[in-house]
């Protein structure tokens, strides 16, 4: 029988809709113990499953100090906005919760780092919710990588052009946004963001265990924007990663056109490829021209994640990505705000809306053009000579991190979840 687990989830409304599904589901939940006990949003009435929640008796608070002031739940589910990661992460530990937190990891260097003492304190375990990297297809691409099917690690890139429309950057308080009103980090952007699974795939990958992901050493990074935002739209960046290994991210969220994300890892004796298109596949060609499918990273179900954390959790098994595997995307994104602290402005030219007001699309003449030659010929828009483009200055990491003074304890606040 399977030991019965309680769990807290933190955000209803939006994408923690996905856990609110699996957990409200008796066929879903009970073959893994796990019991929703307890729900915390300032606004329930944007779930659509609150008939379901109401029905099943689970109570639902506006903040979380309501929360741990009538439950000790075993885990707790954290789908609230990025500027809440770090804090509520740490409530959660302080309270005797093991975590399970969706992306992006936090939005600042200091948040990660105190994200991970606060677990090693608690004793408890942290899972950061980039769904890839618990399917079936990224854990046997990985184990395959570790063990040395392919030769050693060369370079590797990913593009991903997905058009956001007004919709997208007015959707909350805070997208688009460097930080909240009140001063949280949140650092919104194609890469911390829609993309950042992306990211921190490639990075995950080239990780020398199944819990970690490869160091970036240094970053390089083109910023620019379309919409009327704070940060970014669109980006290109160049990493360098531990073993000198080159990888290559370009986005944009300022496109005409919609490309599905494609990546592509090189090795010494084989190359791995995926997508352009949804639902793409994972194969390794290798250089003798046979072939191997390691499937589809999007086909398991979203829930998996939950489940795989929750049995790890209980077994006091090591995540398959918890704090330590994601905060190397942080790093490169705190980096590439670095390189670049100011966004170029795409130039008003070349700048298009379109579309009913309400849901307008902007979008940057040939720019989906540029990008995608960047990612055929590994090189950044200014390297192509784009009209635009400026480069950015090569930010080391270890100087990142070694500028960022580590907080002298972290304290557990009762964090209300409260609108940015």
């Not at 969706?102 to 948040?111: A, D, F, M, R, T």
């Not at 105190?114 to 980039?130: F, N, P, T």
């Not at 990958?205 to 940060?231: C, F, K």
Request: with cysteine; net charge neutral; glycine share 8%.
């Amino acid at each position: 029988m399977k030991k019965r687990t309680s769990v807290a989830l933190v955000g209803i409304g939006g994408y923690g809709q996905i856990y609110v599904s699996p957990l409200i589901d008796p066929a879903q939940a009970e073959p893994h113990g796990a019991q929703l006990v307890a729900a915390v949003d300032p606004n329930p009435a944007a779930c659509k499953h609150l008939p379901a929640l109401q029905a099943g008796d689970v109570p639902i608070y506006p903040a979380t100090a309501d929360l741990y002031a009538h439950h000790r739940p075993d885990v707790v589910v954290i789908a609230s906005p990025i500027q809440f990661h770090a804090r509520q992460t740490i409530e959660a530990l302080s309270h005797g919760a093991h975590v399970l937190c969706e992306k992006p990891l936090c939005g600042s260097v200091e948040q990660a780092r105190d994200m991970r003492l606060a677990q090693e304190r608690s004793g408890r375990q942290v899972a950061i919710g980039y769904q890839w990297s618990f399917s079936e297809a990224i854990g046997r691409l990985k184990a395959d990588i570790m063990a040395g099917a392919f030769g050693a690690p060369r370079r590797c890139k990913s593009l991903a052009l997905w058009p956001r429309d007004e919709v997208y950057y007015t959707r909350n308080g805070w997208a688009g946004r460097l930080m909240t009103r009140s001063g949280e980090p949140v650092l919104d952007s194609p890469i911390n963001n829609a993309c950042a699974h992306f990211l921190h795939n490639l990075l995950y990958l080239l990780g020398t265990r199944v819990d970690r992901s490869a160091a970036p050493v240094t970053v390089q990074a083109e910023l620019y924007r379309a919409h009327t935002i704070e940060t970014f739209d669109t980006a290109a960046l160049r990493c360098r990663l531990a073993g000198d290994v080159e990888l290559l991210f370009v986005v944009s969220h300022a496109t005409a056109e919609l490309r599905e994300p494609a990546f592509v890892l090189e090795f010494d004796r084989a190359t791995i490829t995926y997508g352009g298109e949804k639902g793409g596949r994972l194969i390794a060609r290798y250089q003798d021209g046979t072939e191997r499918d390691y499937g589809r990273p999007s086909g398991s179900s979203d829930a998996n994640k939950l489940w795989t954390s929750i049995e790890s959790f209980n077994a006091n098994t090591p995540v398959v990505c918890g704090v330590e595997a994601a905060t190397p995307q942080t790093l490169v994104v705190c980096a590439a705000h670095a390189s670049m602290p100011e966004p170029v402005v795409f130039p008003p030219s070349l700048i298009h809306v379109s579309g009913d007001v309400g849901k307008r699309k902007t979008f940057v003449d040939g720019l989906g053009a540029v990008l995608t030659d960047c990612y055929d010929q590994r090189l950044l828009p200014s390297e192509l000579r784009a009209d635009w483009a400026r480069r950015g200055s090569t930010v080391r990491v270890a100087d990142l991190v070694s500028s960022t003074h580590p907080a002298p304890g972290v304290q557990p606040p009762e964090v209300a979840y409260v609108p940015a």
